[in-house]
T-cell receptor, first 109, second 116 residues
Framework: DAKTTQPTSMDCAEGRAANLPCNHS???????VYWYRQIHSQGPQYIIH???NNETNEMASLIITEDRKSSTLILPHATLRDTAVYYC??????????FGQGTTLQVKP | GAVVSQHPSWVICKSGTSVKIECRSL??????MFWYRQFPKQSLMLMAT?????????EQGVEKDKFLINHASLTLSTLTVTSAHPEDSSFYIC????????????FGSGTQLSVL
């Protein structure tokens, strides 16, 4: 299964865009990139996913590089409620979602 | 979005007793459910994959006789921690797959188990 690498932690000022990077250099052609976040003591929340093209929804935007070896999750206007652990996951053919360590995003006033 | 309900939210039990955790998909049929365990300040660890009507598939190192999983219907999976011990204390989370494996997973709110 493709492995992902994310920074351990990041800070972001409230109201600014939060850009969370993820490396997935061993991703296969038919594997999707998924992003979830987990607020303390809750179940993970789905944010967005994509295959090749950039994606946008009401929560965030996902930018995937042309070679698909990395991606960036963008929260356009971070709020204090966006403070959470963000997981970038490659969804393999096995269908099992394997979580890495994720990035702890701290949004500061 | 789809909703996955997990109960109880927290449970405290004595060592040696068994605890059952329920995971329900409220507005969709979940052909596959997953069970995770999470220790403090750590990531989620996949325990097992549960398919409706068949035996669960356990990840390496997870004792299938200790963590009994039943997926009797398309909307309900249960995890029973048998003869619980303090080291089983953890945050247990279920997730359900809507559609094929390519679709997004929806997660329950988790169950905090404390074994005294």
């Amino acid at each position: 299964d493709a492995k992902t690498t994310q920074p351990t932690s990041m800070d972001c000022a409230e109201g600014r865009a939060a850009n969370l990077p993820c490396n997935h250099s061993t991703i296969s052609g038919n594997e999707y990139v998924y992003w979830y976040r987990q607020i303390h003591s809750q179940g993970p929340q789905y944010i967005i996913h994509g295959l090749k093209n950039n994606e946008t929804n009401e929560m965030a935007s996902l930018i995937i590089t042309e070679d698909r070896k990395s991606s960036t999750l963008i929260l356009p206007h971070a709020t204090l409620r966006d403070t959470a652990v963000y997981y970038c996951i490659v969804f393999p053919n096995t269908g099992k979602l394997i979580f890495g360590q994720g990035t702890t995003l701290q949004v500061k006033p | 979005g789809a909703v996955v309900s997990q109960h109880p939210s927290w449970v405290i039990c004595k060592s040696g007793t068994s605890v059952k955790i329920e995971c329900r998909s409220l507005d969709f049929q979940a052909t596959t459910m997953f069970w995770y365990r999470q220790f403090p300040k750590q990531s989620l660890m996949l325990m097992a994959t549960s398919n409706e009507g068949s035996k669960a598939t356990y990840e390496q190192g997870v004792e299938k006789d200790k963590f009994l999983i039943n997926h009797a219907s398309l909307t309900l999976s249960t995890l029973t921690v048998t003869s619980a011990h303090p080291e089983d204390s953890s945050f247990y989370i279920c997730s359900a797959s809507q559609g094929t494996p390519w679709e997004k997973l929806f997660f329950g709110s988790g169950t905090q188990l404390s074994v005294l």
